[in-house]
């Protein structure tokens, strides 16, 4: 990279001195674990690493990394945002694609951060041109493999009845919707159904949910009335965030209902304990 | 209406705890979302349209000064008087100065946001003179003496039987033994009262959706038909509008109206929409002698340059709030301002300061069903977000809020004592979390546990056992 100050903390594969992959080699992934995964469930990082190998990446997991920066960017400080906004770029520009198990995370990173580099000087140093190629490369897991590396089915098989929870940050910023029915379609032994309104939020909210704690147990509720209702026995999304939000409610709630990320059906790695659930 | 926002978690908690309210708020989700949706649906050019109204928005509000002018030349060339009032309390002089000189005791009122903005019935019946709303939403919560709970669909908080009790209470002329089961007959006893307001009025008072810079009409869209006669049949016909209701022409009126009811109840077009420009004519059958445009600015003007222009392209649809999971959760009444729901959010900072009004733009959980619907794109959870910047430098987000988000900010500012932090707290969580792997209660996340268990970490993090397994060499950082 000819970028200035990215040396210190970059990871600098060898080779990937240019972002855009060639086809002689294999795509050199930057995963972005997302805070929450890499503190409460390693088992989606892991997942996402195997499919991103079996998709034909070379996945690279840079140590620096610790959170996106959104707590501090829906809580309106753009002071530390942007100071994590440009950790996290330093981190991980030198790799082809930058990958996340979040529609959330990852929406921040591609949506959300040329924003915080929209000052006047931003143009001179040249972080408002990092910042932009830096989104570009950015994506959700799910999304990335059947979009940018045209999965067609990951080969897996899972036995039970799944039904599908449509994170609000991935459906909407990143227009997140087929991409994981149609991976899970291709899982052997999986049936779907699907619950009413899988598109409404959760009420989780990142710091929404601890703020207005009763308004997000009251849209939590019905969500978890929703989900019930399908008569599913494991419930799917692409954010962890969420599926803590609403294993929690299901779980206080007596449910036995099993929750997991989809990227952990699609990868065949069910051996650990789900989310929620009796298993 | 009193700012009570400020207190809108008492209010929020009140209303979830309200069985009634929460029969009630169902129907909005029933009433509005599957509407909408087919109504778009029918409809391939729906997006294009929403792109075309923005545009034709964002036109005017680059222009709004010369279209301003252009409008009230036109309004003054068909014999209409428009007048600028730059606060609610210079629109509330001047509806009671025309209202005075026409003699008036009565005056019928279509459906405005605005006149509750400027709180213009408490004026007016200071004043002695009677207002009437004659939309049927309206009439009923002005019987109840309460707020629109939505800016469409003001009564949306309330059920039949409630309106039943609240006719037989105030229409004690008629009978008592009536049958009032049926919303119908409830509508037809509304309908009867209210025809022999009309009559009787001295002024009509109407809102505007547009006002056309191009011919200086103004435009209602109405369900009932209640706006025409309010407007029609009084000597006077005051048009209380804010400033950035102006679009250019009556092709760009027509642009809007295609994306408007549909967006707001799924019509392709409202019952009536009601053109009107100046008074009566000699040779016109019927209409009102004198025709007077009051231009609201309060604090819109403002806006204008800042990052809030865009919610001055608001067409108030109502889309926002009918979307909007909080909104289904809490009502309208329990935001405590005139403007209820995402868009009141965005908008009541502006119009009364964020020092009272902060709860609003953080009560989001920012999933972005408000924009997704939005007929004119309006950005609402991105200016939310503005509005906890602005709190944030002025130091009025909450302590704990600001010294729990430092704490963290801290750690994740600082990758290396964040790694070796969370290497030793995540396993010790895991163990805590015992065999059940989960949380009933945990110090300092009651907000999370009070109403859910909060499960539990697997044990060692995710870059932890990366490393572990080998990855070391490479993927250390420096």
């Not at chain 1, 089915?153 to 036995?159: D, M, Q, V």
């Not at chain 1, 029915?181 to 291709?186: H, P, T």
């Not at chain 2, 029969?23 to 989700?29: F, H, R």
């Not at chain 2, 010294?403 to 163990?431: D, E, H, Q, S």
Request: some cysteine.
């Amino acid at each position: 990279m000819s970028v200035k100050n990215s040396e210190s903390l970059a990871p600098t594969p060898e080779g990937a001195a240019t972002p855009q992959a060639d086809s002689a080699r294999p795509p050199r992934v930057g995963l972005f674990a997302t805070c929450l995964v890499d503190l409460f469930r390693p088992s989606i990082g892991f997942s996402a690493v195997k499919l991103l190998e079996k998709a034909g990446c070379e996945v690279h997991v840079p140590i620096a990394q610790t959170c996106c920066g959104q707590p501090a960017y829906n809580s309106g400080d753009r002071a530390d945002s942007r100071a994590i906004a440009e950790q996290v770029i330093e981190a991980f520009e030198a790799f082809d694609y930058v990958v996340a198990p979040s529609g959330s995370c990852a929406a921040m990173l591609r949506k959300h951060y040329p924003g915080l580099f929209s000052q006047d000087g931003d143009q001179q140093t040249g972080w408002a041109q990092r910042a932009t190629a830096f989104s570009e490369k950015c994506f959700e897991l799910i999304s990335f493999l059947s979009d940018v590396m045209k999965v067609e089915t990951t080969g897996e098989t899972f036995k039970g009845t799944v039904t599908y929870h449509d994170s609000c940050s991935g459906l909407r910023e990143l227009q997140i919707r087929d991409q994981p029915r149609k991976l899970l379609a291709g899982i052997d032994g999986l049936a779907m159904t699907e619950m009413k309104d899988p598109d409404v939020c959760c009420g989780f909210g990142g710091t929404f949910c601890v703020k207005y704690a009763e308004i997000s147990n009251a849209i939590v509720s019905k969500k978890v009335s929703s989900i019930e209702t399908t008569g599913a026995d494991t419930l799917l999304a692409g954010d962890l965030g969420c599926l803590m939000n609403m294993a929690g409610k299901l779980k206080r709630s007596g449910s036995a209902m099993e929750v997991r990320h989809v990227a952990e059906v699609l990868a065949g790695m069910t051996e650990q304990p789900p989310i929620a659930g009796r298993k | 209406m009193e700012l009570s926002s400020h207190k809108f978690k008492e209010q929020a908690g009140r209303a979830l705890g309200n069985a009634q309210l929460q029969k009630a708020l169902l129907n909005v989700e029933k009433g509005f979302v599957a509407k909408r949706q087919l109504a778009v649906d029918a409809l391939p050019e729906f997006d294009a349209l929403r792109d075309n109204a923005r545009d034709i928005k964002n036109h005017v509000l680059a222009h709004l000064d010369l279209y301003l002018e252009a409008y009230e030349k036109k309004v003054v060339a068909s014999g209409g008087v428009v007048h600028w009032a730059e606060t609610a309390e210079d629109a509330r002089r001047i509806v009671l100065e025309i209202c005075r000189k026409a003699n008036a005791r009565t005056v019928t009122k279509g459906k405005s946001m605005i006149t509750e903005e400027i709180a213009l019935n408490d004026h007016l019946t200071a004043n002695g003179i009677e207002p009437v709303e004659t939309d049927l939403g309206e009439y009923i919560i002005q019987l109840r003496g309460e707020h629109p709970s939505h800016i469409i669909a003001p009564a949306v908080h309330l059920n039949k039987s409630q309106v039943e009790g609240d006719f037989r209470r105030v229409h004690t002329h008629l009978r008592e033994d009536r049958d009032l089961s049926e919303p119908v007959s409830l509508l037809g006893e509304a309908r009867d009262v209210l025809r022999q307001r009309y009559l009787s009025a001295d002024v009509g008072i109407t809102g505007a959706n547009f006002l056309v810079a191009e011919t200086g009409s103004s435009v209602i869209v109405t369900n009932e038909g209640n706006g025409d006669l309010t407007q029609t049949l009084g000597k006077v016909h005051i048009v209380m509008a804010s400033i950035e209701k102006i679009v250019p022409t009556l092709e760009d009126t027509a642009q809007i109206l295609r994306v408007l009811a549909r967006s707001a109840t799924g019509q392709d077009m409202s019952v009536y929409t009601t053109f009107s420009t100046g008074p009566r004519r000699a040779d016109d059958p019927d209409g009102p002698e004198e025709y007077h445009v009051v231009l609201l600015d309060n604090g819109r003007s403002s806006m204008l340059g800042t990052e809030y222009q865009d919610m001055l392209r608001c067409i108030r649809c109502g889309a926002c709030m009918n979307h909007c999971p909080v909104y289904h959760a809490v009502g309208g009444h329990a935001y405590g301002s005139v403007y209820p729901g995402p868009m009141g959010a965005v908008l009541t900072p502006s119009l009364n300061g964020i020092e009272k009004t902060g709860q609003l733009p953080n009560a989001s959980t920012f999933c972005g069903r408000c924009e997704s619907v939005c007929p004119m794109r309006i950005p609402l959870p991105k200016m939310m977000r503005h509005w906890r910047e602005r709190e944030f430098e002025r130091h009025l987000t909450p302590a704990a809020q600001r010294y729990g988000l430092k704490f963290w900010a801290f750690f994740a500012r600082r990758p290396r004592l964040y790694r070796a932090a969370v290497a030793v707290a995540m396993p010790i969580l895991a163990r805590f979390g015992g065999s059940k792997r989960r949380f009933s209660h945990l110090p300092l996340a009651g907000g999370w546990t009070r109403h859910r268990d909060l499960p539990a970490p697997e044990g060692k993090t995710f870059v932890q056992q990366w490393q572990q397994r080998g990855h070391r060499r490479s993927e250390v950082a420096q």
